[in-house]
Protein backbone atom coordinates (compact mmCIF):
# COMPACT_ATOMS: atom_id res chain seq x y z
CA UNK A 1 0.00 0.00 0.00
CA UNK A 2 3.05 2.01 0.68
CA UNK A 3 4.13 2.02 -2.26
CA UNK A 4 1.47 2.42 -4.47
CA UNK A 5 0.65 5.64 -2.27
CA UNK A 6 4.33 7.00 -3.67
CA UNK A 7 3.51 6.10 -6.99
CA UNK A 8 0.40 7.79 -7.14
CA UNK A 9 2.16 10.97 -5.74
CA UNK A 10 4.43 10.90 -7.96
CA UNK A 11 1.43 10.62 -10.59
CA UNK A 12 -0.01 13.76 -9.20
CA UNK A 13 3.05 15.74 -9.97
CA UNK A 14 2.28 15.02 -13.44
CA UNK A 15 -0.97 16.97 -13.59
CA UNK A 16 0.86 20.52 -12.06
CA UNK A 17 3.01 21.29 -15.27
CA UNK A 18 0.08 20.08 -17.76
CA UNK A 19 -3.17 21.09 -15.54
CA UNK A 20 -3.83 24.08 -18.87
CA UNK A 21 -3.05 21.60 -21.65
CA UNK A 22 -5.21 18.91 -19.48
CA UNK A 23 -8.43 21.56 -19.81
CA UNK A 24 -7.84 20.99 -23.55
CA UNK A 25 -6.70 18.00 -24.14
CA UNK A 26 -9.58 15.50 -23.35
CA UNK A 27 -6.84 12.33 -24.44
CA UNK A 28 -4.64 13.26 -21.96
CA UNK A 29 -7.05 13.71 -18.97
CA UNK A 30 -8.27 10.31 -19.67
CA UNK A 31 -4.51 8.62 -19.54
CA UNK A 32 -3.69 10.19 -16.36
CA UNK A 33 -7.19 9.73 -14.72
CA UNK A 34 -7.17 5.93 -15.63
CA UNK A 35 -2.92 5.85 -14.76
CA UNK A 36 -3.98 6.66 -11.70
CA UNK A 37 -6.74 4.06 -11.17
CA UNK A 38 -4.79 1.35 -12.66
CA UNK A 39 -2.16 2.04 -10.20
CA UNK A 40 -4.15 1.98 -7.38
CA UNK A 41 -6.24 -0.45 -8.10
CA UNK A 42 -5.06 -3.23 -10.34
CA UNK A 43 -3.93 -6.58 -8.99
CA UNK A 44 -5.34 -9.79 -9.41
CA UNK A 45 -4.91 -12.65 -6.59
CA UNK A 46 -2.22 -14.86 -7.28
CA UNK A 47 -0.41 -12.67 -9.69
CA UNK A 48 2.23 -10.46 -9.31
CA UNK A 49 1.56 -6.63 -9.18
CA UNK A 50 2.45 -4.52 -12.03
CA UNK A 51 5.58 -2.01 -10.89
CA UNK A 52 5.90 -0.01 -14.13
CA UNK A 53 2.55 1.19 -16.38
CA UNK A 54 2.71 3.36 -18.91
CA UNK A 55 0.14 4.76 -21.69
CA UNK A 56 1.06 6.02 -25.16
CA UNK A 57 -1.64 7.16 -27.40
CA UNK A 58 -0.27 7.87 -31.41
CA UNK A 59 -2.38 9.93 -33.60
CA UNK A 60 -1.67 9.52 -37.27
CA UNK A 61 -2.40 11.19 -39.68
CA UNK A 62 -1.17 10.31 -43.14
CA UNK A 63 -1.24 10.45 -46.95
CA UNK A 64 0.33 8.17 -49.60
CA UNK A 65 -0.09 9.23 -53.54
CA UNK A 66 1.63 7.42 -55.76
CA UNK A 67 2.13 7.79 -59.93
CA UNK A 68 3.67 6.39 -62.95
CA UNK A 69 4.27 7.36 -65.71
CA UNK A 70 2.27 10.04 -65.13
CA UNK A 71 -0.72 8.86 -63.62
CA UNK A 72 -1.98 8.86 -60.26
CA UNK A 73 -1.93 4.77 -59.04
CA UNK A 74 -2.81 5.49 -55.17
CA UNK A 75 -4.22 8.33 -53.21
CA UNK A 76 -4.90 7.05 -50.13
CA UNK A 77 -5.75 9.71 -47.08
CA UNK A 78 -5.74 8.27 -43.25
CA UNK A 79 -6.59 9.00 -40.15
CA UNK A 80 -5.91 6.62 -37.31
CA UNK A 81 -5.68 6.68 -33.44
CA UNK A 82 -3.41 3.72 -31.84
CA UNK A 83 -3.43 3.34 -27.77
CA UNK A 84 -0.53 1.24 -26.43
CA UNK A 85 0.08 -0.11 -23.00
CA UNK A 86 3.12 -0.89 -21.26
CA UNK A 87 2.61 -3.37 -18.44
CA UNK A 88 6.16 -4.63 -16.21
CA UNK A 89 5.23 -7.36 -13.09
CA UNK A 90 8.23 -7.83 -10.83
CA UNK A 91 10.67 -5.34 -10.56
CA UNK A 92 13.49 -3.61 -12.20
CA UNK A 93 16.17 -6.24 -11.63
CA UNK A 94 13.86 -9.15 -12.53
CA UNK A 95 10.13 -8.38 -14.37
CA UNK A 96 8.78 -10.44 -17.04
CA UNK A 97 10.62 -8.95 -20.29
CA UNK A 98 13.53 -9.91 -21.73
CA UNK A 99 12.21 -13.50 -22.38
CA UNK A 100 10.34 -16.13 -24.91
CA UNK A 101 8.84 -19.15 -24.57
CA UNK A 102 9.97 -21.52 -27.27
CA UNK A 103 6.59 -23.24 -26.81
CA UNK A 104 4.55 -20.08 -27.36
CA UNK A 105 6.55 -17.84 -29.71
CA UNK A 106 4.61 -15.85 -32.09
CA UNK A 107 1.37 -16.37 -30.56
CA UNK A 108 0.33 -12.93 -30.10
CA UNK A 109 0.76 -12.08 -26.89
CA UNK A 110 3.42 -9.07 -27.46
CA UNK A 111 0.42 -7.39 -28.96
CA UNK A 112 -1.93 -7.65 -26.32
CA UNK A 113 -1.16 -4.35 -24.87
CA UNK A 114 -1.80 -2.75 -28.50
CA UNK A 115 -5.86 -1.60 -29.58
CA UNK A 116 -7.37 0.81 -32.08
CA UNK A 117 -8.31 4.09 -29.81
CA UNK A 118 -11.36 6.23 -30.92
CA UNK A 119 -11.04 8.85 -34.08
CA UNK A 120 -13.28 11.54 -31.73
CA UNK A 121 -11.86 12.71 -28.19
CA UNK A 122 -14.45 10.82 -26.17
CA UNK A 123 -13.38 11.02 -22.54
CA UNK A 124 -14.77 7.48 -21.42
CA UNK A 125 -14.55 5.82 -24.82
CA UNK A 126 -10.03 6.75 -24.56
CA UNK A 127 -10.26 5.55 -20.64
CA UNK A 128 -12.74 2.14 -21.88
CA UNK A 129 -9.91 1.16 -24.51
CA UNK A 130 -7.10 2.08 -21.80
CA UNK A 131 -8.76 -0.39 -19.28
CA UNK A 132 -9.48 -2.92 -22.39
CA UNK A 133 -5.95 -2.84 -23.50
CA UNK A 134 -4.51 -2.62 -19.56
CA UNK A 135 -6.50 -5.48 -18.49
CA UNK A 136 -5.17 -7.47 -21.20
CA UNK A 137 -1.73 -6.96 -21.32
CA UNK A 138 -1.58 -7.80 -17.30
CA UNK A 139 -2.87 -10.96 -17.69
CA UNK A 140 -0.40 -11.81 -20.75
CA UNK A 141 2.53 -10.12 -18.59
CA UNK A 142 1.96 -12.01 -15.22
CA UNK A 143 1.64 -15.54 -17.20
CA UNK A 144 4.88 -14.25 -18.79
CA UNK A 145 6.59 -13.89 -15.60
CA UNK A 146 5.68 -16.65 -13.92
CA UNK A 147 6.73 -18.82 -16.65
CA UNK A 148 10.06 -17.07 -16.36
CA UNK A 149 10.57 -17.24 -13.60
CA UNK A 150 9.68 -21.21 -13.78
CA UNK A 151 11.81 -21.71 -16.77
CA UNK A 152 15.17 -20.05 -15.04
CA UNK A 153 14.47 -21.27 -11.76
CA UNK A 154 17.13 -24.46 -12.52
CA UNK A 155 19.47 -22.13 -14.68
CA UNK A 156 22.80 -20.42 -13.05
CA UNK A 157 22.39 -16.94 -15.54
CA UNK A 158 25.75 -16.24 -16.44
CA UNK A 159 24.79 -12.44 -16.22
CA UNK A 160 23.42 -10.92 -13.08
CA UNK A 161 21.89 -7.75 -15.12
CA UNK A 162 19.03 -5.87 -14.29
CA UNK A 163 15.81 -6.35 -16.94
CA UNK A 164 14.93 -2.46 -17.07
CA UNK A 165 17.08 0.44 -15.57
CA UNK A 166 15.76 2.99 -13.43
CA UNK A 167 16.48 6.72 -14.71
CA UNK A 168 14.90 10.22 -13.42
CA UNK A 169 11.33 11.26 -14.55
CA UNK A 170 11.31 13.65 -16.93
CA UNK A 171 8.63 16.27 -18.49
CA UNK A 172 8.35 17.57 -22.00
CA UNK A 173 5.80 18.79 -24.16
CA UNK A 174 5.58 20.06 -27.80
CA UNK A 175 2.57 21.52 -29.40
CA UNK A 176 0.64 19.83 -31.70
CA UNK A 177 1.42 20.79 -35.39
CA UNK A 178 -1.82 21.36 -37.54
CA UNK A 179 0.17 20.67 -40.86
CA UNK A 180 -2.06 18.55 -43.15
CA UNK A 181 -1.46 17.20 -46.61
CA UNK A 182 -2.52 18.92 -49.60
CA UNK A 183 -3.31 15.91 -51.25
CA UNK A 184 -4.11 17.11 -54.70
CA UNK A 185 -1.14 18.79 -55.05
CA UNK A 186 0.69 15.73 -53.99
CA UNK A 187 -0.68 13.88 -56.96
CA UNK A 188 -0.01 16.65 -58.91
CA UNK A 189 3.97 16.81 -58.02
CA UNK A 190 3.47 12.50 -58.22
CA UNK A 191 2.58 12.54 -61.77
CA UNK A 192 4.75 15.23 -63.26
CA UNK A 193 8.07 13.03 -61.49
CA UNK A 194 6.83 10.04 -62.73
CA UNK A 195 6.35 11.10 -66.35
CA UNK A 196 9.76 11.58 -67.64
CA UNK A 197 10.16 7.88 -67.60
CA UNK A 198 7.47 7.49 -70.19
CA UNK A 199 10.06 8.48 -72.26
CA UNK A 200 12.42 5.73 -71.53
CA UNK A 201 11.13 2.76 -72.88
CA UNK A 202 14.07 0.40 -71.52
CA UNK A 203 12.84 0.94 -68.22
CA UNK A 204 10.68 -1.86 -67.19
CA UNK A 205 8.95 -0.33 -64.05
CA UNK A 206 9.19 2.91 -62.48
CA UNK A 207 7.19 5.12 -59.58
CA UNK A 208 7.11 8.04 -57.45
CA UNK A 209 5.50 7.51 -54.23
CA UNK A 210 5.34 10.45 -51.47
CA UNK A 211 4.38 9.62 -48.19
CA UNK A 212 3.01 12.53 -45.35
CA UNK A 213 2.86 11.81 -41.76
CA UNK A 214 2.01 13.96 -39.19
CA UNK A 215 2.28 11.92 -35.84
CA UNK A 216 1.24 13.76 -32.53
CA UNK A 217 2.25 11.16 -29.30
CA UNK A 218 1.20 11.62 -25.88
CA UNK A 219 3.09 9.61 -23.57
CA UNK A 220 2.42 9.16 -19.42
CA UNK A 221 3.69 6.21 -17.28
CA UNK A 222 3.65 5.44 -13.15
CA UNK A 223 6.86 6.47 -12.66
CA UNK A 224 6.23 10.48 -13.18
CA UNK A 225 7.34 10.80 -16.88
CA UNK A 226 5.09 12.66 -19.36
CA UNK A 227 5.53 14.04 -23.18
CA UNK A 228 3.74 15.11 -26.25
CA UNK A 229 5.67 15.41 -29.33
CA UNK A 230 4.77 16.24 -32.67
CA UNK A 231 6.36 14.83 -35.77
CA UNK A 232 5.09 16.22 -39.18
CA UNK A 233 6.86 14.22 -41.77
CA UNK A 234 7.30 14.03 -45.57
CA UNK A 235 9.09 11.50 -48.01
CA UNK A 236 9.53 11.32 -51.76
CA UNK A 237 10.89 7.74 -53.12
CA UNK A 238 11.83 7.13 -56.96
CA UNK A 239 11.76 3.84 -58.05
CA UNK A 240 13.54 2.43 -61.29
CA UNK A 241 13.88 -0.87 -62.64
CA UNK A 242 15.29 -2.48 -65.87
CA UNK A 243 17.55 -5.84 -66.93
CA UNK A 244 20.65 -6.11 -69.03
CA UNK A 245 21.07 -8.18 -71.89
CA UNK A 246 21.79 -11.02 -69.63
CA UNK A 247 18.88 -10.80 -67.76
CA UNK A 248 20.82 -9.31 -64.56
CA UNK A 249 18.17 -7.04 -62.88
CA UNK A 250 19.09 -3.62 -62.09
CA UNK A 251 17.21 -1.11 -59.61
CA UNK A 252 17.85 2.17 -58.76
CA UNK A 253 15.99 3.99 -55.61
CA UNK A 254 16.26 7.56 -54.48
CA UNK A 255 14.69 8.62 -51.34
CA UNK A 256 13.96 11.92 -49.88
CA UNK A 257 12.76 12.79 -46.15
CA UNK A 258 12.07 16.51 -44.95
CA UNK A 259 9.53 17.98 -41.90
CA UNK A 260 7.76 19.81 -44.53
CA UNK A 261 7.71 19.96 -48.47
CA UNK A 262 9.83 22.57 -48.47
CA UNK A 263 12.46 20.47 -47.00
CA UNK A 264 12.49 17.80 -50.14
CA UNK A 265 14.22 18.92 -53.39
CA UNK A 266 12.07 20.93 -55.35
CA UNK A 267 9.88 20.37 -58.71
CA UNK A 268 12.77 20.88 -61.22
CA UNK A 269 15.52 19.37 -59.22
CA UNK A 270 12.85 16.08 -58.40
CA UNK A 271 12.41 15.99 -62.48
CA UNK A 272 15.84 16.34 -63.25
CA UNK A 273 16.58 13.32 -61.02
CA UNK A 274 14.19 11.01 -62.45
CA UNK A 275 15.85 11.87 -65.99
CA UNK A 276 19.18 11.18 -64.81
CA UNK A 277 18.21 7.83 -63.09
CA UNK A 278 16.54 6.87 -65.87
CA UNK A 279 19.76 7.77 -67.98
CA UNK A 280 21.75 6.07 -65.47
CA UNK A 281 20.26 2.69 -65.96
CA UNK A 282 20.20 2.91 -69.62
CA UNK A 283 24.60 2.75 -69.39
CA UNK A 284 24.22 0.22 -66.89
CA UNK A 285 22.16 -2.34 -69.07
CA UNK A 286 25.17 -2.03 -71.43
CA UNK A 287 27.86 -1.50 -69.74
CA UNK A 288 30.62 -4.77 -69.61
CA UNK A 289 29.86 -6.99 -66.08
CA UNK A 290 31.97 -7.15 -63.11
CA UNK A 291 34.52 -9.03 -62.75
CA UNK A 292 36.31 -11.14 -58.95
CA UNK A 293 37.96 -8.28 -57.33
CA UNK A 294 40.11 -7.80 -53.90
CA UNK A 295 41.62 -4.44 -53.73
CA UNK A 296 41.41 -0.78 -52.88
CA UNK A 297 38.03 0.59 -53.43
CA UNK A 298 36.78 4.05 -52.54
CA UNK A 299 33.38 4.76 -52.03
CA UNK A 300 32.48 8.19 -52.61
CA UNK A 301 29.88 10.74 -50.95
CA UNK A 302 26.49 8.79 -51.05
CA UNK A 303 27.89 5.34 -51.53
CA UNK A 304 30.28 6.19 -48.07
CA UNK A 305 26.79 7.32 -46.48
CA UNK A 306 24.66 4.22 -47.12
CA UNK A 307 27.45 1.98 -46.65
CA UNK A 308 28.56 3.18 -43.18
CA UNK A 309 24.76 3.44 -42.42
CA UNK A 310 23.85 -0.69 -43.71
CA UNK A 311 27.13 -2.16 -42.09
CA UNK A 312 28.60 0.12 -39.49
CA UNK A 313 25.77 2.08 -37.82
CA UNK A 314 23.83 -0.74 -36.91
CA UNK A 315 26.85 -2.58 -35.02
CA UNK A 316 26.58 0.87 -32.90
CA UNK A 317 23.24 -0.05 -31.03
CA UNK A 318 22.96 -2.27 -28.25
CA UNK A 319 20.25 -5.16 -27.57
CA UNK A 320 19.51 -8.16 -25.71
CA UNK A 321 18.61 -12.11 -26.81
CA UNK A 322 15.91 -13.01 -24.46
CA UNK A 323 16.16 -15.85 -22.23
CA UNK A 324 14.47 -18.68 -23.12
CA UNK A 325 12.82 -21.92 -21.44
CA UNK A 326 14.42 -23.64 -24.44
CA UNK A 327 18.46 -22.99 -24.35
CA UNK A 328 18.50 -24.62 -27.79
CA UNK A 329 16.14 -21.78 -29.07
CA UNK A 330 18.18 -18.81 -27.77
CA UNK A 331 20.89 -19.94 -29.77
CA UNK A 332 18.77 -20.35 -33.00
CA UNK A 333 17.76 -16.57 -32.30
CA UNK A 334 21.30 -16.08 -32.25
CA UNK A 335 22.11 -17.98 -35.79
CA UNK A 336 18.97 -15.75 -37.20
CA UNK A 337 19.28 -12.39 -35.97
CA UNK A 338 22.97 -12.74 -37.30
CA UNK A 339 21.80 -14.05 -40.92
CA UNK A 340 18.97 -11.60 -41.08
CA UNK A 341 21.57 -8.83 -40.27
CA UNK A 342 19.34 -7.71 -37.72
CA UNK A 343 20.83 -9.00 -34.81
CA UNK A 344 24.02 -7.96 -33.15
CA UNK A 345 26.05 -5.25 -31.76
CA UNK A 346 29.99 -4.14 -31.25
CA UNK A 347 29.62 -4.80 -27.71
CA UNK A 348 32.35 -7.46 -27.29
CA UNK A 349 34.60 -4.62 -28.86
CA UNK A 350 34.14 -1.64 -26.10
CA UNK A 351 37.59 0.14 -25.23
CA UNK A 352 39.09 -1.80 -28.70
CA UNK A 353 39.42 -0.23 -32.04
CA UNK A 354 36.60 0.01 -34.00
CA UNK A 355 37.88 2.58 -37.07
CA UNK A 356 41.14 4.19 -37.85
CA UNK A 357 42.91 6.17 -34.69
CA UNK A 358 42.05 9.59 -36.45
CA UNK A 359 37.93 9.24 -36.52
CA UNK A 360 35.72 10.13 -34.15
CA UNK A 361 31.96 8.91 -34.03
CA UNK A 362 29.25 10.60 -32.26
CA UNK A 363 25.15 10.34 -32.23
CA UNK A 364 23.65 13.81 -31.15
CA UNK A 365 19.99 14.01 -31.46
CA UNK A 366 19.91 17.55 -30.15
CA UNK A 367 21.80 19.04 -33.53
CA UNK A 368 18.88 20.13 -35.83
CA UNK A 369 21.03 21.09 -38.91
CA UNK A 370 24.67 20.04 -40.02
CA UNK A 371 26.23 23.34 -41.94
CA UNK A 372 22.69 24.91 -42.93
CA UNK A 373 20.99 21.38 -44.14
CA UNK A 374 18.00 19.90 -41.96
CA UNK A 375 18.99 16.88 -40.06
CA UNK A 376 15.91 14.26 -39.78
CA UNK A 377 16.88 12.63 -36.32
CA UNK A 378 16.07 15.57 -34.00
CA UNK A 379 14.26 14.76 -30.88
CA UNK A 380 13.88 15.85 -27.46
CA UNK A 381 12.75 12.78 -25.61
CA UNK A 382 12.85 9.21 -26.47
CA UNK A 383 9.63 6.79 -26.18
CA UNK A 384 10.56 5.49 -22.67
CA UNK A 385 10.37 9.49 -21.79
CA UNK A 386 14.28 9.46 -21.37
CA UNK A 387 15.97 12.80 -22.17
CA UNK A 388 17.92 12.38 -25.46
CA UNK A 389 21.59 13.73 -25.17
CA UNK A 390 24.92 13.45 -27.42
CA UNK A 391 26.71 10.46 -27.27
CA UNK A 392 30.54 9.72 -27.99
CA UNK A 393 30.72 6.48 -29.26
CA UNK A 394 33.76 6.52 -30.90
CA UNK A 395 36.53 8.63 -30.00
CA UNK A 396 40.60 8.12 -32.04
CA UNK A 397 39.07 5.25 -33.38
CA UNK A 398 38.14 3.49 -29.54
CA UNK A 399 34.82 2.58 -29.25
CA UNK A 400 33.57 4.25 -26.11
CA UNK A 401 29.69 3.02 -25.90
CA UNK A 402 26.65 2.05 -27.38
CA UNK A 403 23.54 3.67 -27.69
CA UNK A 404 20.73 2.03 -25.41
CA UNK A 405 17.31 1.96 -24.05
CA UNK A 406 15.79 1.32 -20.59
CA UNK A 407 16.56 -2.42 -21.24
CA UNK A 408 20.20 -2.73 -19.85
CA UNK A 409 23.22 -4.58 -21.43
CA UNK A 410 26.45 -6.39 -19.93
CA UNK A 411 28.60 -3.11 -18.88
CA UNK A 412 26.18 -0.45 -20.29
CA UNK A 413 23.43 -0.49 -17.04
CA UNK A 414 21.63 3.17 -18.28
CA UNK A 415 19.74 4.23 -21.24
CA UNK A 416 21.34 6.56 -23.68
CA UNK A 417 17.98 8.41 -24.28
CA UNK A 418 18.07 6.49 -28.10
CA UNK A 419 14.86 4.55 -27.86
CA UNK A 420 12.56 5.38 -30.79
CA UNK A 421 10.18 2.69 -32.20
CA UNK A 422 11.08 -0.67 -30.97
CA UNK A 423 14.37 -0.17 -29.47
CA UNK A 424 17.57 1.76 -29.69
CA UNK A 425 18.72 3.71 -33.17
CA UNK A 426 20.68 6.40 -34.35
CA UNK A 427 19.24 9.48 -34.15
CA UNK A 428 21.81 11.92 -36.13
CA UNK A 429 25.34 10.36 -36.47
CA UNK A 430 28.17 12.08 -37.31
CA UNK A 431 31.64 10.77 -38.79
CA UNK A 432 34.41 12.73 -38.49
CA UNK A 433 38.09 12.62 -39.79
CA UNK A 434 41.10 13.93 -38.28
CA UNK A 435 43.09 13.67 -41.73
CA UNK A 436 40.72 14.51 -44.71
CA UNK A 437 41.57 14.74 -48.45
CA UNK A 438 40.19 16.19 -51.49
CA UNK A 439 38.18 14.26 -54.19
CA UNK A 440 41.31 14.00 -56.25
CA UNK A 441 43.95 13.53 -53.30
CA UNK A 442 41.93 10.14 -53.07
CA UNK A 443 41.40 9.33 -56.14
CA UNK A 444 45.24 9.30 -56.17
CA UNK A 445 45.94 7.58 -53.30
CA UNK A 446 43.50 4.84 -54.61
CA UNK A 447 46.04 4.60 -57.61
CA UNK A 448 48.79 4.43 -55.87
CA UNK A 449 47.87 1.50 -53.90
CA UNK A 450 46.56 -0.14 -56.86
CA UNK A 451 50.04 0.03 -58.22
CA UNK A 452 51.26 -1.12 -54.97
CA UNK A 453 49.56 -4.39 -55.27
CA UNK A 454 50.26 -4.68 -58.83
CA UNK A 455 46.47 -4.83 -59.76
CA UNK A 456 45.12 -3.30 -63.87
CA UNK A 457 42.67 -0.71 -62.17
CA UNK A 458 41.24 -0.07 -58.67
CA UNK A 459 37.21 0.52 -58.08
CA UNK A 460 35.18 3.25 -57.35
CA UNK A 461 31.45 2.83 -55.94
CA UNK A 462 29.62 6.01 -56.22
CA UNK A 463 25.91 4.92 -55.68
CA UNK A 464 25.05 1.73 -53.86
CA UNK A 465 21.39 1.56 -55.13
CA UNK A 466 20.71 2.66 -51.63
CA UNK A 467 17.74 4.65 -50.19
CA UNK A 468 15.91 1.03 -49.90
CA UNK A 469 13.46 0.66 -46.60
CA UNK A 470 15.98 -1.69 -44.75
CA UNK A 471 13.12 -3.84 -43.69
CA UNK A 472 12.37 -4.30 -47.56
CA UNK A 473 16.12 -5.56 -48.03
CA UNK A 474 15.55 -8.04 -45.08
CA UNK A 475 12.30 -9.07 -46.85
CA UNK A 476 14.10 -9.64 -50.41
CA UNK A 477 16.92 -11.73 -48.39
CA UNK A 478 15.01 -13.77 -47.08
CA UNK A 479 12.91 -14.40 -50.03
CA UNK A 480 15.50 -15.51 -52.15
CA UNK A 481 13.48 -15.84 -55.51
CA UNK A 482 15.39 -16.21 -58.85
CA UNK A 483 12.84 -13.28 -59.78
CA UNK A 484 14.35 -10.86 -56.87
CA UNK A 485 17.38 -8.53 -57.64
CA UNK A 486 20.40 -9.25 -55.67
CA UNK A 487 20.12 -7.19 -52.44
CA UNK A 488 24.17 -6.55 -52.01
CA UNK A 489 24.55 -5.73 -55.77
CA UNK A 490 26.44 -2.31 -56.24
CA UNK A 491 24.39 0.34 -58.63
CA UNK A 492 27.30 2.68 -59.75
CA UNK A 493 30.47 1.01 -60.07
CA UNK A 494 33.34 1.80 -61.56
CA UNK A 495 37.22 0.55 -62.90
CA UNK A 496 39.41 3.07 -62.61
CA UNK A 497 42.91 2.50 -64.50
CA UNK A 498 46.35 4.01 -64.12
CA UNK A 499 45.67 6.96 -66.18
CA UNK A 500 42.42 8.01 -64.63
CA UNK A 501 40.25 6.54 -67.19
CA UNK A 502 37.13 4.90 -65.80
CA UNK A 503 35.32 2.33 -66.97
CA UNK A 504 31.53 1.24 -65.57
CA UNK A 505 30.93 -1.77 -65.07
CA UNK A 506 27.31 -3.74 -63.84
CA UNK A 507 26.38 -6.53 -61.30
CA UNK A 508 29.42 -6.01 -59.16
CA UNK A 509 28.11 -7.35 -55.79
CA UNK A 510 29.88 -6.86 -51.94
CA UNK A 511 31.17 -9.63 -50.43
CA UNK A 512 32.13 -9.88 -46.85
CA UNK A 513 32.05 -6.37 -46.16
CA UNK A 514 31.51 -6.40 -42.21
CA UNK A 515 31.78 -3.53 -39.09
CA UNK A 516 35.20 -5.23 -38.91
CA UNK A 517 36.56 -4.00 -42.48
CA UNK A 518 35.62 -0.06 -41.52
CA UNK A 519 38.74 -0.67 -39.22
CA UNK A 520 40.92 -0.70 -42.65
CA UNK A 521 39.87 2.75 -43.77
CA UNK A 522 43.21 4.17 -45.09
CA UNK A 523 41.58 7.42 -46.51
CA UNK A 524 38.62 9.77 -45.54
CA UNK A 525 36.97 13.02 -48.14
CA UNK A 526 37.02 16.78 -46.87
CA UNK A 527 33.83 17.54 -47.58
CA UNK A 528 31.08 14.80 -45.66
CA UNK A 529 27.81 14.36 -47.07
CA UNK A 530 24.16 13.93 -45.24
CA UNK A 531 22.31 10.68 -45.73
CA UNK A 532 18.85 10.27 -44.47
CA UNK A 533 17.59 6.79 -43.77
CA UNK A 534 14.93 4.74 -42.03
CA UNK A 535 16.32 2.36 -39.40
CA UNK A 536 14.82 -0.22 -37.66
CA UNK A 537 16.06 -1.54 -34.28
CA UNK A 538 17.15 -4.73 -33.45
CA UNK A 539 14.41 -7.20 -33.92
CA UNK A 540 15.30 -8.67 -30.34
CA UNK A 541 14.46 -5.42 -28.91
CA UNK A 542 10.44 -6.64 -29.22
CA UNK A 543 11.31 -9.18 -26.23
CA UNK A 544 12.29 -5.94 -24.07
CA UNK A 545 10.50 -3.80 -24.83
CA UNK A 546 6.94 -5.37 -25.93
CA UNK A 547 5.03 -3.79 -29.07
CA UNK A 548 3.69 -0.69 -27.79
CA UNK A 549 6.74 1.08 -28.24
CA UNK A 550 5.76 3.39 -31.61
CA UNK A 551 3.66 3.07 -35.08
CA UNK A 552 6.73 5.17 -36.90
CA UNK A 553 9.78 3.55 -38.45
CA UNK A 554 12.14 6.76 -37.69
CA UNK A 555 14.63 8.28 -39.79
CA UNK A 556 17.90 8.98 -38.84
CA UNK A 557 20.65 11.38 -41.04
CA UNK A 558 24.51 10.28 -41.40
CA UNK A 559 26.89 12.61 -41.73
CA UNK A 560 29.93 10.71 -43.67
CA UNK A 561 32.41 11.82 -45.98
CA UNK A 562 34.05 9.51 -48.86
CA UNK A 563 35.68 6.49 -47.37
CA UNK A 564 38.74 4.21 -49.22
CA UNK A 565 38.87 1.16 -47.76
CA UNK A 566 42.18 -1.41 -48.37
CA UNK A 567 40.69 -3.72 -49.46
CA UNK A 568 37.24 -4.47 -50.38
CA UNK A 569 36.42 -7.57 -52.26
CA UNK A 570 34.05 -7.80 -55.02
CA UNK A 571 32.24 -10.65 -57.10
CA UNK A 572 30.26 -10.92 -60.38
CA UNK A 573 26.07 -11.40 -59.39
CA UNK A 574 25.36 -14.52 -60.02
CA UNK A 575 22.14 -15.92 -61.58
CA UNK A 576 20.04 -17.55 -62.97
CA UNK A 577 18.20 -14.67 -64.26
CA UNK A 578 14.69 -13.96 -65.25
CA UNK A 579 14.76 -13.68 -69.22
CA UNK A 580 14.10 -10.31 -70.32
CA UNK A 581 10.64 -9.11 -71.92
CA UNK A 582 9.57 -11.32 -74.78
CA UNK A 583 8.49 -8.66 -76.53
CA UNK A 584 9.04 -4.74 -77.36
CA UNK A 585 7.54 -2.72 -74.71
CA UNK A 586 4.58 -0.86 -75.97
CA UNK A 587 6.35 2.76 -75.05
CA UNK A 588 8.87 1.83 -77.90
CA UNK A 589 6.54 1.98 -80.31
CA UNK A 590 5.63 -0.63 -83.26
Known amino acids: MRKSAKIVIALLAILLPVCAQEKQDVVIKAMNDELARTVSQLHVTNLEKPYFISYRVDDLNTATVAATLGSVTQSNPLQTRIIGVEVRVGDYAFDNSNYVSAQSFGGGGMSAGVVQGPLDDDYQQVRRQLWVATDAQYKHVAEEFSAKKAALANRKRTTDIADFSQEQPATVHESRSSVKADVAGLEQLAREVSLPFKQMPNVVTSSVQIDFKNLYTRYVNSEGSAFTRS ?26 FGDSLSDLPGKADLIAKAKDMGQRLEKLRVASAAEQYNGPVLFENDAAADVFAQVFAPKLTASRIPDSDDPRFEVFMKQMLSQMGLGGSLLDRIGGRVLPEWMDVVDDPH ?53 RSLGAVPSNLILTSGKTSTPAELKAELLRRVKERGLDYGIIVRRTGGGANPAMRTAAMMAASPQSAPTNTLLEVYK ?10 KGAELSGLTAATFRDIVAAGDKPVIWNQQVIPNINSIFSMGMAGGVDMPVASFVVPSLLFEEVSLTKAEGPFPAPPASKAPLAGN
Open 496 to 505: VFPDGREELI
Open 231 to 256: DPQYSLRIDADTQGADGLPIHDTLQF
Open 367 to 419: MKDYQGTTLAGYHEIDDDAVPSRATKLVEKGILKTLLTSRVPVRTISHSTGSR
